[in-house]
């Protein structure tokens, strides 16, 4: 689950679904006084080898800044070697009121670092010869099938190296407030009512459900939970004794809060173990990443084979269908097993990001230069990874390795050329990606400005991108930042470079598709544009409904007959044009932005079009029942779906036998919250409030309004 830069470097707005890319894991345990205030375990280090002095407070200084630059309440770094702690500190607060500090033994939530345990645990149950990684995943989970019937084809191996077709992430209930011990159970049983988007092994498209069903593997071969397994065969003999899948809240004060202004956010909970729930120390990650460098071993017991550890590093996107740019060497459980920062430099790294709602981290391993790094910090937006690149590039310099630090790249624009109407026909038209539906549009001076489209209204997000001699555009504001077309099997692209991590080299990566033409919509998608549907099949404690509206519309672009735009928190495009029923996911766009697809299946209920968007279920917003005055008692007929209820926007409202509610004023903004019996005023805001209710079967939920 990532922290990526925005990749237009335009400031398009990110969302939950961004914090689920790569969309960046013994005890270093009781720390001797010198750690915490920057040294290494013995102050003048391990004999032979540097002390690091310059790097630690280089780190410490860029650490400080970045957390006064982004508001971030706390960081967390470890620096290790393979036989040692170079440094371990954590920086900034986590109790505000009691002006509190994080220390070593503080736990964030790393995120899709988790991805790298769930690689080592199957590669131990390859070592056990209980698994096979070549081996279809039905061979160990039999129930296991979706509408596809490719799925049955898809190996342990795609399912760890993002290339299994699944269509991305189980959004229900994958954030909450509370434990959600059944969210991989759930997570299979949702994907048999979904198709692939691509074959298996056909392109590698990063997917966190592919790690969610490493939970069913683990849980069908050994007997145990997946974090029963982890627990007993990673975390204990590596000595990350702070380190947990959270099945129950962590004690104040044991774990980092993220903040909302001065008010601590309550303890997120990642259900999704294998694929970024566990909360972990930097100082446990150190462990982590020590075993790694040794192969497998940690103080003389081995956890891992050197095999196993050497597959988790190689590069699995050889053998790929359809890679047109290989920005990533995608690894079992690893982003990059030769990431680009420092493969600029020549030095060999091992990387994963990791990304929640509120956490953000990083985890290298240098099995060459024989470093390893972890940090986590309470916002996705301070930086994690030119942080991390640059203690460790430090690291490399002061250690003999790199003769300097690289420069980062001036943000000089490349000098403005000729563009051809080709060129320009390539770059023009409509385009999108797995969140956005993109215009771009020729200006009288040839220059290119790129729109976005948001529930029927197209806003300017980038102009006056011109063409430079280096074949690409750019702006003159951002020319780090520039586009290209590129032509391919499955279609015309747009290509995105962006500056990369300490920002002294470049990357390019696939941005967007041009939208192919098509029929006109089938019938019945007509009289569909236009409405909203409200979420009904997310728990009480889940972070979507509290963190945007709980609502999808439907919008159709009239340049695009064919479609219809899918708006939830973002808008993806699906095809509209096969039948009335299902509008259908098309994008074939390896690495990030082909992620987290979905098909939008109409749904008939008791007379009414719902409709299912990938695991999340919507009921039509006009068929709400109204309450304007007086009382009313709602059933609940099915406890996984919430009741709605639209009541006036100002007055009284008593609520009686309700499990837990929420209150949205007429924006859809949360306005209250709790559980149980409430009498409470309603917001004054907007022309309506929206009440959603939960409740077992059966339970008769009493509603007045006065």
């Given at each position: 689950?990532?922290?990526?830069?925005?990749?237009?470097?335009?400031?398009?707005?990110?969302?939950?679904?961004?914090?689920?890319?790569?969309?960046?894991?013994?005890?270093?345990?009781?720390?001797?006084?010198?750690?915490?205030?920057?040294?290494?375990?013995?102050?003048?280090?391990?004999?032979?080898?540097?002390?690091?002095?310059?790097?630690?407070?280089?780190?410490?200084?860029?650490?400080?800044?970045?957390?006064?630059?982004?508001?971030?309440?706390?960081?967390?770094?470890a620096l290790v070697d393979d036989q040692r702690v170079i440094w371990a500190e954590a920086f900034g607060v986590i109790d505000?009121?009691?002006?509190?500090?994080?220390?070593?033994?503080?736990?964030?939530?790393?995120?899709?670092?988790?991805?790298?345990?769930?690689?080592?645990?199957?590669?131990?149950?390859?070592?056990?010869?209980?698994?096979?990684?070549?081996?279809?995943?039905?061979?160990?989970?039999?129930?296991?099938?979706?509408?596809?019937?490719?799925?049955?084809?898809?190996?342990?191996?795609?399912?760890?190296?993002?290339?299994?077709?699944?269509?991305?992430?189980?959004?229900?209930?994958?954030?909450?407030?509370?434990?959600?011990?059944?969210?991989?159970?759930?997570?299979?049983?949702?994907?048999?009512?979904?198709?692939?988007?691509?074959?298996?092994?056909?392109?590698?498209?990063?997917?966190?459900?592919?790690?969610?069903?490493?939970e069913e593997l683990v849980a069908a071969v050994t007997g145990q939970s997946y974090a029963q397994f982890v627990t007993t065969e990673i975390l204990v003999p590596t000595g990350m004794t702070q380190s947990a899948y959270p099945r129950k809240p962590f004690p104040a004060g044991t774990f980092a809060p993220a903040y909302d202004d001065d008010i601590p956010v309550p303890q997120e909970f990642t259900n999704g173990f294998a694929t970024g729930g566990l909360y972990a120390t930097p100082s446990d990650m150190g462990r982590l990443a020590r075993l790694l460098l040794?192969?497998?071993?940690?103080?003389?017991?081995?956890?891992?084979?050197?095999a196993s550890v050497a597959e988790m590093a190689r590069d699995q996107t050889q053998n790929l269908g359809f890679n047109p740019i290989p920005s990533f060497q995608w690894g079992l459980g690893w982003d990059?097993?030769?990431?680009?920062?420092?493969?600029?430099?020549?030095?060999?790294?091992?990387?994963?990001?990791?990304?929640?709602?509120?956490?953000?981290?990083?985890?290298?391993?240098?099995?060459?230069?024989?470093?390893?790094?972890?940090?986590s910090g309470t916002t996705l937006t301070y930086g994690s990874g030119k942080l991390a690149e640059r203690i460790l590039l430090n690291a490399l310099v002061e250690s003999g390795r790199l003769a300097a630090m690289p420069v980062p790249l001036p943000a000089t624009p490349a000098p403005e050329a000729a563009v051809d109407d080709a060129t320009l026909g390539a770059m023009a038209g409509y385009f999108a990606h797995h969140e956005a539906v993109l215009r771009v549009e020729v200006q009288p001076d040839r220059a290119l400005t790129l729109s976005t489209f948001d529930s029927g209204t197209w806003t300017e997000t980038a102009r006056d991108l011109k063409y430079r001699a280096d074949a690409t555009f750019a702006s003159d504001s951002k020319p780090l930042y520039a586009y290209r077309p590129l032509t391919a099997e499955f279609g015309d692209y747009q290509v995105v470079r962006i500056p990369w991590g300490y920002e002294h080299c470049l990357l390019e990566l696939p941005y967007a598709q041009r939208v192919p033409p098509r029929g006109a919509r089938a019938q019945d998608?007509?009289?569909?544009?236009?409405?909203?549907?409200?979420?009904?099949?997310?728990?009480?404690?889940?972070?979507?409904?509290r963190m945007g509206p709980p609502r999808l519309r439907l919008d159709g672009i009239p340049e695009l007959p064919g479609y219809v735009g899918v708006t939830?928190?973002?808008?993806?495009?699906?095809?509209?044009?096969?039948?009335?029923?299902?509008?259908?996911?098309?994008m074939?766009?390896?690495?990030?932005?082909?992620?987290?697809?979905?098909?939008?299946?109409?749904?008939?209920?008791?007379?009414?079009?719902?409709v299912r968007f990938g695991s999340c279920l919507y009921r039509p917003l006009e068929g709400v029942p109204v309450l304007e005055v007086g009382g009313t008692t709602l059933t609940v007929e099915v406890a996984s779906e919430a009741l709605w209820l639209q009541v006036p926007a100002r007055g009284t409202l008593t609520l009686r036998n309700a499990a837990s509610w929420l209150l949205y004023d007429g924006n859809f903004v949360l306005a209250a919250e709790g559980q149980g019996a409430a009498t409470l005023a309603l917001p004054g805001r907007g022309g309506k409030t929206w009440v959603i209710l939960y409740g077992a079967r059966g339970d008769r939920i009493e509603v007045a309004v006065g």
């Open positions: 689950m990532p922290s990526h830069p925005d990749p237009t470097g335009e400031g398009l707005p990110l969302n939950r679904r961004d914090f689920l890319q790569l969309t960046g894991l013994g005890s270093l345990g009781l720390l001797v006084p010198g750690l915490l205030t920057g040294c290494g375990d013995d102050a003048g280090g391990v004999l032979g080898s540097p002390s690091y002095a310059a790097t630690i407070l280089d780190g410490q200084a860029a650490i400080r800044q970045a957390l006064v630059d982004t508001n971030t309440p706390s960081i967390s770094v505000k009121e009691q002006g509190l500090a994080p220390t070593n033994q503080t736990r964030f939530c790393i995120g899709s670092c988790s991805k790298v345990l769930a690689a080592m645990a199957t590669m131990i149950l390859v070592e056990r010869g209980l698994v096979a990684l070549d081996a279809p995943l039905v061979t160990y989970v039999p129930a296991f099938g979706m509408l596809s019937p490719e799925a049955d084809a898809i190996t342990i191996r795609q399912l760890l190296s993002h290339a299994s077709g699944l269509p991305g992430a189980n959004f229900v209930n994958i954030f909450t407030l509370a434990p959600q011990a059944d969210y991989a159970e759930r997570t299979q049983v949702e994907l048999a009512d979904q198709r692939l988007k691509h074959a298996p092994g056909e392109m590698a498209v990063y997917c966190n459900d592919g790690f969610t069903l490493i040794q192969g497998g071993i940690l103080e003389g017991r081995r956890i891992l084979s050197a990059d097993v030769a990431q680009k920062g420092l493969a600029a430099v020549g030095v060999k790294a091992w990387t994963k990001n990791g990304g929640t709602l509120f956490y953000g981290s990083q985890f290298f391993v240098l099995p060459e230069a024989r470093l390893g790094l972890a940090m998608w007509e009289r569909r544009l236009g409405r909203e549907w409200l979420l009904v099949n997310d728990g009480a404690a889940s972070w979507t409904l939830t928190m973002s808008t993806q495009l699906l095809n509209a044009s096969q039948d009335g029923q299902r509008a259908r996911m098309w074939m766009i390896p690495l990030n932005n082909g992620r987290d697809l979905a098909d939008l299946v109409i749904v008939n209920r008791a007379g009414e079009e719902w």
